[in-house]
């Protein structure tokens, strides 16, 4: 790999650990020391990063680069370089553990201003299979809350919903309600059913306990339409989270001909969908 290349894949992870954490503009982020912790080829550890959202968080990261079950045309880390819905231990629960643990021991100044661990980063968590170890491990190490970013496509399954109930937050995103438009915008792996994901996402809010923020990411032509923001509306009344947070792409998406809505249309979208809807 040339040094271009590997600068440009670095780039681009670091944009989309960014994002994750709703943060889309350079320069609006402030990060603090042990930045990135990678063994090899793997990075476990990022962070931590203050936003809006989150406060000062230090970011957990489950799977390698783009390992995901979705290639959404607005990722801003580029295209999946592999997309599966397999469940397998894509990164060893250990190896993190330990990352985190190093981390811990390093930083314990900034541990201390810490007010989430989260779970996110370069592809889709829930396809760790040792997600619910890890969240309990980490709760036994901290005594911070801890966060799931998800896509919402493996919560499809019971055993990973109860996986997720030892987290304190979890952001899921709904990005359509119609299949038409999922299978556009988030490109899924085949066979995913807008539906089932939209079900599941009703039954875990009835189970779990802790604090829902579903995430929203908006496209101008692919899924603003006033049939599909319908659709998410009744979709929201469904699921009932805490927080509706409305996102538009800003950086270089996957894909060309990806645009952001404005802040006036954004606005609107938002009073349609309730008064809990926010813009991050």
Same mark, same amino acid.
């Given at each position: 790999?040339?040094?271009?290349?590997?600068?440009?894949?670095?780039?681009?992870?670091?944009?989309?650990?960014?994002?994750?954490?709703?943060?889309?503009?350079?320069?609006?982020?402030?990060?603090?020391?042990?930045?990135?912790?990678?063994?090899?080829?793997?990075?476990?550890?990022?962070?931590?990063?203050?936003?809006?959202?989150?406060?000062?968080?230090?970011?957990?990261?489950?799977?390698?680069?783009?390992?995901?079950?979705?290639?959404?045309?607005?990722?801003?880390?580029?295209?999946?370089?592999?997309?599966?819905?397999?469940?397998?231990?894509?990164?060893?629960?250990?190896?993190?553990?330990?990352?985190? !643990?190093?981390?811990?021991?390093?930083?314990?100044?900034?541990? #201390?201003?810490?007010?989430?661990?989260?779970?996110?980063?370069?592809?889709?968590?829930?396809?760790?299979?040792?997600?619910?170890?890890?969240?309990?491990?980490?709760?036994?190490?901290?005594?911070?809350?801890?966060?799931?970013?998800?896509?919402?496509?493996?919560?499809?399954?019971?055993?990973?919903?109860?996986?997720?109930?030892?987290?304190?937050?979890?952001?899921?995103?709904? *990005?359509?309600?119609?299949?038409?438009?999922?299978?556009?915008?988030?490109?899924?792996?085949?066979?995913?059913?807008?539906?089932?994901?939209?079900?599941?996402?009703?039954?875990? !809010?009835?189970?779990?306990?802790?604090?829902?923020?579903?995430?929203?990411?908006?496209?101008? +032509?692919?899924?603003?339409?006033?049939?599909?923001?319908?659709?998410?509306?009744?979709?929201?009344?469904?699921?009932?989270? *805490?927080?509706?947070?409305?996102?538009?792409?800003?950086?270089?998406? #996957?894909?060309? +001909?990806?645009?952001?809505?404005?802040?006036?249309?954004?606005?609107?979208?938002?009073?349609?969908? +309730?008064?809990?809807?926010?813009?991050?």
């Amino acid at each position: 790999m040339t040094a271009s290349r590997y600068a440009s894949d670095l780039e681009a992870v670091f944009v989309r650990l960014l994002s994750c954490f709703g943060i889309s503009e350079p320069g609006a982020y402030n990060p603090e020391p042990g930045f990135i912790m990678i063994r090899g080829k793997n990075l476990y550890i990022y962070g931590p990063i203050n936003s809006r959202r989150l406060g000062l968080s230090l970011g957990i990261n489950l799977t390698p680069y783009k390992i995901c079950s979705f290639d959404c045309v607005y990722c801003q880390a580029g295209r999946t370089t592999m997309r599966t819905g397999e469940r397998k231990e894509y990164s060893s629960a250990g190896q993190v553990l330990s990352a985190l !643990r190093e981390w811990l021991d390093e930083h314990k100044d900034t541990a #201390a201003q810490l007010s989430y661990v989260t779970i996110a980063g370069t592809g889709e968590p829930c396809l760790n299979s040792k997600l619910g170890e890890i969240i309990l491990d980490i709760k036994k190490m901290v005594n911070l809350p801890v966060a799931v970013i998800t896509n919402s496509s493996m919560l499809v399954s019971p055993s990973i919903r109860k996986e997720l109930m030892s987290a304190d937050l979890v952001v899921p995103s709904l *990005d359509a309600a119609r299949q038409e438009t999922f299978e556009k915008i988030d490109r899924p792996v085949p066979g995913t059913r807008i539906t089932d994901i939209i079900n599941a996402l009703e039954e875990f !809010r009835k189970e779990y306990p802790g604090k829902i923020w579903l995430e929203i990411m908006l496209v101008r +032509g692919l899924n603003d339409s006033p049939e599909d923001i319908v659709g998410l509306k009744q979709a929201v009344e469904r699921i009932k989270p *805490d927080k509706i947070q409305v996102n538009s792409p800003v950086r270089k998406p #996957a894909e060309e +001909g990806v645009i952001p809505l404005d802040k006036r249309r954004i606005e609107e979208i938002m009073r349609v969908l +309730g008064p809990s809807a926010e813009a991050v």
